[in-house]
């Protein structure tokens, strides 16, 4: 048994237009201290995967353990950031993180301890300066690492993120994921993301787990990769073997896995473009 098991899973929803079986069989085995990226095309089921393993859905067969204790419910050592944050709106910055910090800690950590802790978390990110504002006063990128922030307060086991720089533009993006394999080599947190980026997911994982198309999406492929760290973008823009995982991911999402063009609803003809976007000079452009 490993560190995180995702034995089985199978869920079924039910619809207007009867029983949806959205994911089939999705078996995974995830080791403390992994870092797992999940890709596959819009409306497969990577966010359904990671609501199970957040304990906010259950999944119809099979389930998930975590250090060999079942999942059923959500808890702080799953700690979940998502593309759009999820701050309030009327609490600081600090406050936001803190929040989190009395809730988890309160009776184990004392005061001064929490106040140190949340000031810890908010370094770690680069936000120390900006303790006192508010979410509307900061910018997007400056949100989500508030809310990254807020998730390594609470110390969890698993570090589950759903798109978390999907929403940021592209140069912020790169700030973000570099400060994330920062952060990850000194916290060698297990994590599992869900992106569809192509290059983030190169970069920032130790596998990456490749969904086929739903409905009853399952895993296709998993692609290690066995690049050493701490890893530069702009080293690896020019190494071949960089270069091949990119190729692999983008072959499967293009080749293997392409919906019968009559099939497309259009939530999935846009997914479909976003990742013909992948492999475009913008992505070099800011590489280089
Ligand atoms: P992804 O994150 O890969 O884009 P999702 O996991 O959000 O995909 O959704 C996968 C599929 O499951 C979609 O077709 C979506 O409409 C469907 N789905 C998700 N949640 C529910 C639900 N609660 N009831 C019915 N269908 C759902
Ligand atoms: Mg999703």
């Known amino acids: ?137 900061i910018s997007g990128g400056m949100k989500q690492r508030v809310g990254i922030a807020r998730a390594l307060a609470m110390q969890p086991k698993v570090l589950l993120m759903d798109e978390p720089f999907g929403a940021l533009d592209s140069l912020t993006r790169t700030h973000m994921q570099d400060s994330l394999m920062e952060i990850q080599s000194q916290l060698n947190n297990t994590v599992i993301m869900i992106t569809h980026d192509v290059d983030e997911a190169v970069l920032l994982s130790d596998r990456i787990v490749m969904m086929t198309n739903g409905p009853s999406a399952t895993i296709g492929e998993i692609l290690h990769i066995d690049l050493p760290r701490p890893r530069d973008r702009l080293e690896l823009a020019e190494d071949p073997t960089y270069n091949h995982y990119r190729a692999e991911v983008v072959k499967f999402l293009h080749e293997r896995h392409e919906r019968p063009k009559a099939k497309s609803s259009p939530v999935i003809r846009s997914s479909v473009d976003d990742e013909d976007a992948e492999p475009s000079p913008r992505k070099l452009r800011v590489a280089v």
């Not at 089985?8 to 039910?14: A, D, E, G, L, M």
């Not at 988890?104 to 006192?132: C, I, P, Q």
Request: aromatic fraction near 6%; charged fraction near 25%; proline fraction near 4%.
């Open 1 to 137: 048994m490993s560190y995180l098991d995702i034995d089985h899973v199978s869920i079924t929803f039910p619809t207007d237009k009867g029983p949806l079986n959205v994911l089939n069989d999705v078996y995974l085995n995830v080791e403390k201290g992994e870092f797992v990226s999940l890709i596959g095309h819009s409306g497969c089921g990577k966010s359904t995967v990671l609501n199970i393993v957040a304990g906010l859905l259950r999944a119809t067969e099979g389930g998930v353990v975590l250090e060999a204790k079942e999942v059923d419910e959500p808890g702080p050592d799953r700690a979940v950031v998502f593309q759009n944050h999820s701050l309030l709106p009327w609490l600081s910055v600090y406050d936001n993180v803190r929040l989190a910090v009395d809730r988890v800690f309160k009776k184990t950590m004392s005061k001064a301890e929490r106040d140190a802790w949340t000031r810890h978390n908010l370094e770690l990110v680069h936000m120390d300066h900006a303790l006192d504002r508010r979410p509307d006063e």
